[in-house]
């Protein structure tokens, strides 16, 4: 009898990423001020460097030969921005890991990468971090996320996946519930479905938040109390009804649903008995 020995697998801890570069071309690591860097980087051509700064020397590295080289990170690197170093926004083209690299912020972090497409996993990487704004803005190309996100001490969510069109699914589960503010976070996602669970009871911003997602149509937003749209997206009659079900007991408050196709086929008392203001047309 052949006895099978179980596979050990190592979870994969660094940073991650996929740049594409042309002849003689350079990528520049887009770290900022006020945050520790002490980190060594494989470029992916044979050549490593230490970088202790945002200002390094050692961030811009320039290639030889047109590829796509797989860079990779260890060590500390608190945050990237490349809202305020744009240089190389357009050559990264994939997350391959996160990585536990300490992050304390992802404001802005991938923002404006045009050319990139997936971020496959590391998601459980980001349980410090407590500013997402903006972190994958403007994405346009960027249609993949990691099954498990860590954002449990996230405070502010704005514009996180804005302007993501081809971003058609969000993980099943995204514990947002410490979120405070939510405007533009998913302004024209083309997801069909939001997270199952999806807790925004400490919410008190969500203006624009499903701003031209015309392709929503179910989904809820559990335990929201603050003025809220969700005008035209795909929702059907039972789908309105589910949404106003999760929504929290208020006094005074808006919900506007005109557009959806279940208008006329929902109950809307379901949300005014809880103190809901429900608009339709």
Same mark, same amino acid.
């Given at each position: 009898?052949?006895?099978?020995?179980?596979?050990?697998?190592? *979870?994969?801890?660094?940073?991650?990423?996929?740049?594409?570069?042309?002849?003689? @071309?350079?990528?520049?690591?887009?770290? !900022?001020?006020?945050?520790?860097?002490?980190?060594?980087?494989?470029?992916?051509?044979?050549?490593?460097?230490?970088?202790?700064?945002?200002?390094?020397?050692?961030?811009?590295? &320039?290639?030889?030969?047109? *590829?796509?080289?797989?860079?990779?990170?260890?060590?500390?690197?608190? &945050?990237?921005?490349? %809202?305020?170093?744009?240089?190389?926004?357009?050559?990264?083209?994939?997350?391959?890991?996160?990585?536990? !690299?300490?992050?304390?912020?992802?404001? =802005?972090?991938?923002?404006? +990468?045009? @050319?990139?497409?997936?971020?496959?996993?590391?998601? @459980?990487?980001?349980?410090?971090?407590?500013?997402?704004?903006?972190?994958?803005?403007?994405?346009?190309?960027?249609?993949?996320?990691?099954?498990?996100?860590?954002? *449990? %001490?996230?405070? /502010?969510?704005?514009?996180?996946?804005?302007?993501?069109?081809?971003?058609?699914?969000?993980?099943?589960?995204?514990?947002?519930? /410490?979120?405070?503010?939510?405007?533009?976070?998913?302004?024209? !996602?083309?997801?069909?479905?939001?997270?199952?669970?999806?807790?925004?009871?400490?919410?008190?911003?969500?203006?624009?938040?499903?701003?031209? +997602?015309?392709?929503?149509?179910?989904?809820?937003?559990?335990?929201?109390? @603050?003025?809220?749209?969700?005008?035209? +997206? =795909?929702?059907?009659?039972?789908?309105?009804?589910?949404?106003?079900?999760?929504?929290?007991?208020?006094?005074?408050?808006?919900?506007?649903?005109?557009?959806?196709?279940?208008?006329?086929?929902?109950?809307?008392?379901?949300?005014?008995? *809880?103190?809901? &203001?429900?608009?339709?047309?």
């Amino acid at each position: 009898m052949i006895q099978r020995i179980p596979k050990s697998y190592t *979870k994969e801890t660094r940073f991650i990423t996929d740049w594409t570069v042309g002849v003689g @071309e350079s990528i520049t690591l887009p770290l !900022v001020t006020g945050y520790t860097y002490n980190f060594t980087v494989d470029w992916g051509d044979g050549s490593t460097n230490t970088i202790t700064a945002y200002d390094d020397s050692n961030r811009i590295h &320039t290639y030889v030969l047109a *590829k796509t080289y797989r860079v990779i990170i260890e060590g500390t690197c608190q &945050t990237w921005n490349f %809202n305020a170093v744009p240089t190389s926004k357009d050559k990264l083209n994939k997350i391959v890991c996160l990585g536990d !690299v300490e992050w304390t912020s992802c404001s =802005n972090s991938f923002a404006y +990468c045009s @050319e990139l497409t997936e971020w496959v996993s590391g998601g @459980e990487y980001l349980g410090n971090v407590t500013n997402f704004e903006q972190m994958f803005r403007s994405c346009f190309y960027l249609d993949l996320l990691p099954p498990v996100m860590n954002l *449990k %001490n996230g405070t /502010n969510f704005n514009w996180m996946f804005r302007y993501d069109w081809r971003l058609i699914s969000l993980p099943v589960i995204m514990n947002v519930s /410490n979120g405070t503010s939510f405007r533009g976070m998913l302004q024209s !996602v083309k997801m069909t479905q939001l997270p199952t669970i999806f807790d925004v009871s400490n919410g008190t911003l969500f203006t624009d938040i499903f701003t031209n +997602c015309s392709n929503l149509s179910s989904g809820t937003l559990q335990g929201c109390k @603050e003025d809220i749209s969700i005008e035209n +997206c =795909n929702f059907d009659g039972d789908g309105l009804n589910a949404f106003y079900t999760d929504l929290a007991t208020v006094t005074g408050k808006t919900i506007t649903v005109t557009g959806n196709p279940g208008v006329g086929n929902d109950d809307p008392t379901i949300a005014t008995a *809880k103190g809901w &203001t429900v608009v339709s047309s």
